[in-house]
């Protein structure tokens, strides 16, 4: 059973660079599918990108040119970062263990909120 | 705007079933495992139903899903208060613009 925990800044001002991490507990970030969602208040779920073994990465095309994902397997962390944020990307940021490659998240961390102001 | 459509809201009264109805195409929901999730206020999503129709250990027999073509259906029987919820369906979509995907969301609410 994976455990996800989702940290970082909760205020990041306009233009800066939004980087969240998210630590998993109860099994090994090599050979699984790790996802960054969000949900802006009030609205549904948007899905940001998706990492697997440190080398293969997919974005979402409305944001591919502002986000990079990585993996840190000696911490068994994974990270995101979003840059020149602006008020549109407020969300509330979850990190997830997705299933398999067709599928999306069986394991979801709480998800914390990031303020751009 | 979703990739996945979903109705915005359904209600019904304790007791009662409800089938939630998810639209997609053959480059997501066609070709691709559909999940669905039951969000509570203020928490993260709660996975349902996994590859179509399988549920997680300690979900209800209540909730069932299934899947047709291009569309995907969460139903779920003898509705609760406790069912008051937002529930998401999402896959992957294959195409070359493509990733995760997940329909609007719709708002049950249990009369």
């Known amino acids: 059973q994976f455990q996800l925990q989702e940290s970082g800044p909760g205020l990041v001002k306009p233009s800066e660079t939004l980087s969240l991490t998210c630590s998993v507990s109860?099994?090994?970030?090599?050979?699984?599918?790790w996802s960054w969602i969000r949900q802006p208040a009030g609205k549904g779920l948007q899905w940001i990108g998706r990492?697997?073994?440190?080398?293969?990465?997919f974005y979402n095309p409305s944001l591919k040119s502002r986000v990079t994902l990585s993996l840190d397997t000696s911490k068994n962390q994974f990270s995101l970062k979003l840059t020149s944020v602006t008020a549109a990307d407020t969300a509330v940021y979850f990190c997830?263990?997705?299933?398999?490659?067709?599928?999306?998240?069986?394991?979801w961390g709480q998800g914390t909120l990031v303020t751009v102001s | 705007q979703s990739v996945l459509t979903q109705p915005p809201s359904v209600s019904a009264a304790p007791g009662q079933n409800v089938t939630l109805s998810c639209s997609g195409s053959?480059?997501?929901?066609?070709?691709?495992?559909v999940s669905w999730y039951q969000q509570l206020p203020g928490t993260a999503p709660k996975l349902l139903i996994y590859?179509?129709?399988r549920r997680p250990s300690g979900i209800a027999d209540r909730f069932s899903g299934s899947k047709s073509g291009t569309s995907a259906t969460l139903a779920i029987t003898g509705l609760q208060t406790g069912d008051e919820a937002d529930y998401y369906c999402?896959?992957?979509?294959?195409?070359?613009?493509?990733?995760?995907?997940f329909g609007g969301g719709t708002k049950l609410t249990v009369l």
């Open positions: 997830t263990r997705d299933r398999d490659y067709w599928s999306t998240a069986d394991y």
């Open positions: 109860g099994g090994s970030l090599s050979s699984n599918y």
């Open positions: 990492i697997y073994n440190s080398k293969t990465t």
């Open positions: 053959s480059s997501n929901i066609g070709n691709n495992y």
């Open positions: 590859d179509n129709i």
């Open positions: 999402g896959t992957w979509d294959s195409s070359l613009s493509g990733g995760g995907v």
